[in-house]
């Protein structure tokens, strides 16, 4: 089994910043990648950023340039560096691994942007 805990969701003010830290434990031995995915009001679930674990990264169209993901010191940590945040980043932030086309879910962090 797999667990994915979030942390460090919020409320900012458009054009601040937040970071998301997702901590992984388990069985993640042979995981494929890790990532973040969110979910607004309304909208699917949609991929914001992933990241193999030989560190190869993809971004969506609308975070490039503004988001960073990227792995901590242990490789079980991923974070996701959120700048220049604006009010349409608001959702519910995901961290997912995917191991052998198993995908795990952490329970999700609320991002808030207000304008």
């Known amino acids: 089994q797999v667990q994915l805990v979030e942390s460090g969701g919020g409320l900012v003010q458009a054009g601040g910043s937040l970071r998301l830290s997702c901590a992984a434990s388990g069985s993640i031995s042979g995981a494929n990648f890790m990532g973040w995915y969110r979910q607004a009001p309304g909208k699917q679930r949609e991929l914001v950023a992933r990241i193999t674990f030989g560190g190869s990264t993809a971004y969506a169209d609308s975070v490039k340039g503004r988001f960073t993901i990227f792995r901590a010191n242990a490789k079980n940590m991923v974070n996701l560096q959120m700048s220049s945040l604006k009010p349409e980043d608001t959702a519910v932030y995901f961290c997912?691994?995917?191991?052998?086309?198993?995908?795990?879910w952490g329970q999700g962090t609320q991002v808030t942007v207000s304008s």
């Open positions: 997912n691994l995917n191991k052998s086309g198993s995908v795990y």
